[in-house]
């Protein structure tokens, strides 16, 4: 099927189903604002047009995130709030798209997946999914407001759908009851004197630590990882690059070009995915995995349901193509230097 009728059969069911929970609470009252400093949860919708994100909290119920805006109209400012960012509107819309499917469903008891086009196939979202031990998995799906559970054996379908969900799991501090904006934070850090080279090492490090702490035995220490502060504090009172390498280690991302090709790579492994119905390869810098919990550039999986289911450089030089930023002064083709 051609990319562009599936992305246009996708934009159809994501309007077809809208789940009756969202709507009671839109019709009734707005779920309220996530209160603490804190949310922890499932994102179960997405407003582009005011910015923010409605999160199943469990327990607590719905509430609503407002995400911060950042107003930079820099480039590499908004390549790398759009890399390191931990929320991309986009993205989580892309997510919960790709956590629908269709089911039909003959007795409430044998429900199973379906094409859209299956007489009686209706649209539902994919709420869990849970591995057997025969190697099958079993579905929950909200099917308008009703949960249903049903077993596939498709393992491709399942692990992307998966993928969606971990996508959609969020864990978010909150400033002023909003998520920021990484562009708003890069781009202070550069106005105050860093580099974008440095900045890139300093956000590439403290991701990977919070992904080896996510994949550490337990128990794990609640101070685990490394935060961007701490390295902004540390590398601003005269640690050098290679000392804060050997504490935390060394990242695999380590400039503004390698940032931009892992992008680039992810968006044409992604369009390649959607023409030839391929698994997503591996992308430069998600090695370890950090991008897969907190960027939607790095998933290793398809976000599409299957047919049934619907350069290291260490020293702060600039690396790249063009516009490789760091301690030194201008832009190159990798060889440039950033901003002292």
């Known amino acids: 099927m051609p990319k562009t009728t599936k992305r246009i059969l996708g934009a159809l069911l994501a309007l077809a189903f ?130 249903v559970t049903l077993t596939t054996t498709n393992t491709r379908a399942a692990q992307r759908l998966q993928a969606a969900l971990a996508r959609l799991h969020v864990d978010w501090q909150l400033t002023d009851g909003a998520v920021a904006d990484a562009s708003a934070d890069i781009e202070r850090l550069h106005d105050d004197g860093l580099g974008f080279g440095v900045i890139v090492k300093l956000y590439a490090m403290a991701a990977e630590s919070r992904a080896d702490c996510q994949t550490a035995a337990p128990p794990v220490s609640v101070d685990c990882g490394v935060s961007v502060d701490e390295l902004v504090a540390a590398f601003r009172s005269g640690m050098g690059m290679g000392q804060l390498f050997k504490l935390y280690g060394k990242p695999d991302l380590l400039g503004v070009g390698q940032v931009r090709q892992a992008i680039r790579a992810a968006d044409e492994i992604n369009d390649s995915a959607d023409d030839n119905d391929a698994p997503v390869g591996e992308v430069p810098g998600c090695q370890h995995g950090h991008a897969a919990q907190h960027n939607p550039h790095c998933t290793t999986v398809t976000p599409e349901a299957d047919d049934s289911a619907g350069a290291n450089n260490a020293n702060d030089h600039g690396n790249g193509h063009g516009n490789g930023n760091s301690n030194g002064g201008g832009n190159g083709n990798g060889h440039g230097h950033g901003k002292p």
């Open 18 to 147: 809208v789940p009756v929970s969202l709507a009671v609470a839109a019709a009734d009252a707005a779920p309220p604002p996530c209160p603490g400093p804190t949310v922890t949860g499932t994102v179960v919708g997405v407003d582009q047009a005011a910015h923010q994100v409605t999160v199943d909290t469990g327990a607590g119920g719905l509430c609503t995130v407002p995400l911060g805006v950042s107003e930079s109209d820099h480039p590499i400012v908004e390549l790398l709030g759009r890399y390191f960012g931990n929320v991309s509107l986009p993205a989580l819309s892309d997510a919960l798209a790709d956590t629908r499917v269709w089911v039909v469903c003959p007795t409430p008891d044998t429900c199973q997946l379906a094409a859209a086009d299956d007489l009686g196939a209706l649209a539902g979202r994919v709420t869990a999914v849970s591995e057997n031990p025969d190697g099958s998995f079993t579905l929950t799906v909200d099917l308008n407001g009703q949960t």
